[in-house]
């Protein structure tokens, strides 16, 4: 079991920015493949970036590329998500998760573990 917590979600506006972050109090982070998802109301999990073990391949859904960066600190396990010039349909429940195999992937079920997500709306 991968123990992922995230935080740093909120009610913003449009425009503003927010920084996400994802814990793994466990002790092999350094080792996995991390990606965010999100998912609104009435919605499916969608894709929105994912980064390899060194942090030096990233990828992003095209709706948050230029808005959205993907960060990762090993030595802390944590994970973070820089997101600016946010917009209303970035609202969702934001998800962290771990892949033990070492590709990137932006599939939800080729993902092992997961956190328990961070709320972020954004009003207009």
């Known amino acids: 079991q991968v123990p992922l917590v995230e935080s740093g979600g909120g009610l913003v506006q449009a425009g503003d920015s927010l920084r996400l972050s994802c814990v793994d109090s466990g002790r092999t982070f350094s080792r996995y493949f991390m990606g965010w998802f999100r998912q609104a109301p009435g919605k499916e999990r969608e894709f929105v970036a994912a980064?390899?073990?060194?942090?030096?391949?990233?990828s992003y859904a095209d709706s948050v590329k230029g808005r959205f960066t993907i960060s990762r600190d090993n030595w802390k396990n944590s994970m973070y998500l820089q997101m600016n010039s946010l917009k209303p349909e970035d609202t969702a429940v934001y998800y962290c998760?771990?892949?033990?195999?070492?590709?990137?992937?932006?599939?939800?079920?080729?993902?092992?573990?997961w956190g328990q997500g961070t709320q972020v709306i954004v009003s207009s």
């Open positions: 998760a771990a892949r033990t195999i070492p590709t990137m992937s932006s599939t939800a079920d080729r993902y092992d573990y």
């Open positions: 980064i390899n073990w060194s942090g030096g391949v990233t």
